[in-house]
């Protein structure tokens, strides 16, 4: 019994192994996956990421592997965020923060609300940013994560800052500035202070942003950090123009120049020549103002910044007293809105379109998701049948030897006892006949002691009888002697 047992024990963990195995092999290949998919995020190229990253979640789904699911879903989201697909990417971030719940990341539950509020501002819904910000806030305090509540703050900060409330978007960005200082994060402080520098700068008061932005520049500077050099040196360069000190705001744009251009950020290109174009017609050098705003309208991409350069155009040619020319960056200038608002018009009925699209392919995705389950399910099943049945073959072969086993023991232990039954019986009744044997024997010689005894008996009695006999018919000793003489 007991070594059936065990063979029950060694065929149970076989099975059990192989299924762990199988699982982590499954789970390292979807690692691998989601790792691809992030190298090529990081190296831009976004249809590889999106493909990998779809690749990585229906892996981890098939294994149930929530932790992977939320890392992917959450790297997908943040891959469609980067390419501007902000509704996608805001259902991604939502399904990650679903997965989170599950295991209970709280650090992560506040970085996805982080990305959902981030992705709303975004899409200038601050009131749907706020919410998710104060949620990610809320997480993060729960976690006790400095890193995520100088984010959720700071998000928050950006949220009051858009709206035009300054005084609270400077008691969010304090907050995230402290946090940071907690968690001796360099970066953040800096970007802290860019923040606070910002904001101040709204509040017209260009000296107190001055100083916060040179306490930016300094770590950046500090951390060779040449992305936050550029945005310290822009805001540093703005300051001075404000206060009038056009020196000095020539030098840090021109930094701020060298920075972009060493970054190869064609907009951060653009907005420093419009920058020093600025300065120069503070100056007025008109011509050195022209040549840099016109340099600024070439470089840039992005029509909003191109509008603003028309527009700056328009009023230095108009200041000059070239109308002709500022008329015709007057007409670019609403061409190019009238082009924006016919963008626009046409992005809200391509995303109408696409979301019915979307709505309707989910909708067929759902059926054959249904179907797709129901032929898993049949298929499961029909494994669970063929391993069951070959498991039960398995035991009932297994037992069948051992009652074989058990069967042919006990029939050549019965023998061995029968045969050794009869051996004790014989020696018994070899036994029991030499005991009859040794009575017979007693008995024999205790009739001839008997006899002897009785012969003995005999023969005293004879002897003694004669005896008295020979003394009667006898002469005493003394009578003898008397007459014999002495």
Not at 153 to 172: M, R, T, W
Not at 301 to 327: F, M, N, P, R
Not at 385 to 405: P, Y
Not at 449 to 471: D, L, P, V
């Amino acid at each position: 019994m007991k070594y059936t047992i065990f063979l029950f024990f060694i065929l149970f963990v076989s099975l059990k192994s192989r299924a762990d195995n199988t699982l982590v092999n499954d789970s390292l290949r979807t690692y691998k996956i989601y790792e691809s998919a992030k190298g090529y995020y990081d190296n831009s190229d976004y249809t590889m990421a999106i493909d990998y990253a779809k690749k990585s979640i229906e892996n981890a789904s098939k294994n149930r592997n929530i932790v992977l699911l939320a890392k992917s879903t959450c790297l997908l989201g943040e891959i469609l965020y980067d390419t501007e697909d902000y509704q996608e990417s805001i259902k991604q971030f939502s399904l990650s923060l679903r997965f989170y719940r599950q295991i209970n990341d709280l650090e992560n539950i506040s970085y996805c609300f982080h990305l959902i509020g981030m992705t709303y501002r975004r899409l200038n819904d601050f009131g749907q940013s706020m919410k998710a910000e104060i949620k990610a806030l809320e997480f993060a305090e729960m976690a006790k994560n400095q890193k995520r509540i100088s984010s959720a703050s700071n998000g928050l900060g950006l949220v009051f800052h858009s709206l035009g409330k300054l005084d609270d978007a400077i008691k969010y960005y304090t907050i995230s500035l402290n946090a940071d200082q907690k968690n001796n994060d360099t970066k953040g402080v800096a970007d802290g202070y860019l923040n606070l520098g910002a904001v101040y700068s709204d509040k017209h008061e260009p000296e107190k942003s001055l100083g916060f932005l040179l306490k930016s520049m300094s770590l950046y500077n500090k951390i060779s950090d040449k992305y936050g050099l550029a945005m310290a040196y822009n805001n540093i360069g703005n300051r001075y123009i404000e206060l009038k000190d056009f020196n000095l705001a020539l030098e840090y744009h021109k930094k701020a120049l060298n920075y972009e251009i060493e970054n190869k950020n064609d907009e951060g290109i653009a907005y420093s020549y419009s920058n020093i174009s600025e300065i120069y017609r503070g100056m007025k050098d008109y011509k050195m103002a022209l040549e840099y705003k016109i340099f600024a309208l070439k470089t840039s991409k992005d029509q909003t910044l191109k509008i603003t350069i028309c527009d700056s155009l328009t009023s230095i040619y108009s200041e000059t007293g070239k109308y002709k020319d500022a008329l015709y960056y007057k007409t670019l200038s609403s061409s190019l809105k009238d082009s924006i608002y016919n963008n626009e018009s046409n992005r809200l009925v391509t995303e109408m379109q696409t979301r019915f699209e979307t709505e309707k392919k989910e909708k067929e995705n759902v059926v054959l998701k249904l179907d797709r389950q129901l032929q898993d399910s049949a298929i499961k099943r029909q494994y669970i049948l063929i391993v069951s049945v070959s498991v039960g073959l398995a035991l009932m072969l297994i037992l069948t030897f051992v009652l074989f086993r058990s069967g042919k023991k006990s029939k050549q232990t019965n023998a061995l006892l029968s045969a050794q039954n009869a051996e004790i019986q014989q020696k018994n009744e070899e036994i029991s006949s030499q005991r009859d044997e040794i009575a017979s024997q007693r008995d024999l010689v205790t009739s001839q002691k008997e006899r002897i005894e009785n012969i003995h008996e005999e023969q005293t009695s004879s002897i003694r009888y004669a005896q008295q006999i020979q003394g009667a018919m006898l002469p005493s000793t003394e009578q003898m002697n008397e007459i014999l003489g002495e």
